[in-house]
């Protein structure tokens, strides 16, 4: 006879399985974090386009000669050093431009999140002296982000979707996450997607041609490949068998990398925390109260004279920025494990960056950290300002001009579960993510 500890032990695990298999959690924290990292990389390129020669161009002081050699030697991907001509990387840096736009916007965001590694790597390996603690977070979520669902909401993908009526047939918003399948005919039938044929053509063409030539090495080709492959097996399966037990597979292997690259960015925003919170422990200045003074007397980190002589004007002031600043880091991973202590904890790390971003003028490195800490945010808060978004839509709309939510009859994306009718996740009583059971249809 199976004891009761082991029943409710198996009972547990299939519980939590179906849970991390049945849907993708934090819709809305993946999309704040598709939001904030797209726009920190798109604003960086943009303000750096008068220098992105000398930054990653063949005026670099990090030649193309040390960047080969270097990739070379740690099997690093990028596109740039493909070639050494200027006209190759002025298409390279426009390319990384517009996937960067292609992600912020939330357009085939399944497509737009690869071509946002493509670019974020490319640029990145291409001269790694030139970048700062942002550029490896951006570099490390930038990989993540390929795994994930983050186009489900505030999206235009998500918005298609509604005014489609595809709710939870399609899996990505009105991208169809599969290339070919487009908005269903009046018979049921799937129209065609001739934009998602042509992209994934396309880029197949490139791929094999890289191939071909060994510019890609077999890691890397392994990991194309496989994106590629995979959007061609979601198509075949979704066209074919539509509602079948092999489209619920694979939306359930999807929902699991989701959740796996969810964790790991929360995970490694507790270890960025954590380590430098250690770390700076161990520093006498930071534990005599005098390390914040030191980098506001250096040109390079005041943009603002005037603001860094008014905070070190007082030694009161500076000895409590420099042990809050060590507290609150050392501190925050351990929040988590009491959710209100956390949510009053984490608008003050997003303070520190947003006065970092001032005070010392590294405003890309803040806003990739703010972008990694939205992570965090409680669900019920990112409801709050969807529901906002949608009356602030709904007054700025023309009279007599319906939007994409009154076609759909659910209010707007934060009035239900997200992903419609299928189930999804609302906010619980204290701003916890929870599964909603399947709305019932009329017959």
């Not at 990505?172 to 009046?186: D, F, I, M, W």
């Not at 490139?206 to 959007?231: N, P």
């Not at 690259?261 to 490694?268: C, M, P, T």
């Not at 997003?350 to 001032?358: C, I, K, S, T």
């Amino acid at each position: 006879m199976t004891r009761w500890w082991v029943r409710r032990a198996v009972e547990a695990c299939r519980t939590a399985f179906q849970r991390v298999a049945g849907s993708a959690l934090g819709p809305y924290q993946t999309a704040v974090v598709r939001i904030g990292f797209s726009f920190t990389w798109l604003f960086f390129l943009l303000r750096e386009w008068p220098h992105r020669h000398e930054l990653y161009g063949p005026d670099s002081p990090w030649s193309w000669e040390l960047g080969r050699g270097l990739v070379d030697g740690n099997g690093a991907f990028t596109v740039l050093l493909w070639s050494d001509g200027r006209l190759w990387f002025e298409l390279v840096y426009l390319f990384a431009l517009a996937a960067s736009a292609m992600l912020l916007l939330g357009w085939r965001t399944r497509t737009a999140s690869a071509l946002f590694m493509v670019g974020v790597l490319s640029l990145q390996n291409r001269s790694i002296v030139m970048g700062d603690g942002g550029d490896n977070v951006i570099h490390l979520v930038a990989t993540y982000l390929v795994l994930t669902r983050c186009g489900l909401v505030w999206s235009l993908d998500a918005r298609n979707r509604r005014r489609r009526g595809l709710r939870d047939r399609t899996g990505e918003g009105g991208e169809a996450p599969e290339p070919g399948v487009g908005p269903l005919r009046s018979g049921g039938e799937p129209r065609r997607d001739a934009a998602g044929v042509a992209l994934w053509a396309v880029f197949g063409g490139v791929l094999l041609v890289a191939t071909v030539l060994g510019r890609l090495s077999w890691g890397w080709s392994l990991v194309f490949w496989g994106l590629w492959t995979a959007q061609a097996l979601w198509w075949a399966v979704d066209r074919q068998a539509r509602g079948s037990e092999a489209r619920a597979v694979l939306d359930a292997f999807a929902n699991l990398a989701h959740n796996g690259a969810l964790l790991v960015i929360s995970a490694e925003v507790c270890l960025i925390y954590a380590a430098a919170g250690w770390y700076k422990i161990q520093g006498s200045r930071w534990q005599d109260g005098t390390a914040v003074y030191y980098p506001l007397h250096l040109d390079y980190f005041s943009p603002w004279p005037f603001l860094a002589d008014l905070l070190v004007a007082s030694g009161l002031v500076v000895m409590l920025i420099t042990y809050a600043t060590v507290v609150v880091q050392v501190a925050f991973p351990f929040t988590l494990l009491n959710r209100r202590v956390k949510n009053l904890l984490l608008p003050l790390m997003m303070l520190e960056h947003a006065g970092m971003a001032v005070t010392l003028g590294l405003p890309f490195f803040s806003l990739a950290m703010i972008a990694a800490d939205a992570v965090f945010l409680p669900t019920a808060f990112l409801l709050w300002v969807d529901r906002g978004a949608v009356r602030l839509g709904g007054r700025l709309r023309p009279a007599g001009r319906e939007g994409p939510e009154a076609e759909d009859g659910d209010g707007g994306a934060g009035a239900g579960p997200v992903g419609g009718t299928g189930g999804g996740l609302t906010a619980g009583a204290e701003g916890l993510p929870r599964q909603t059971p399947p709305a019932r249809r009329a017959p």
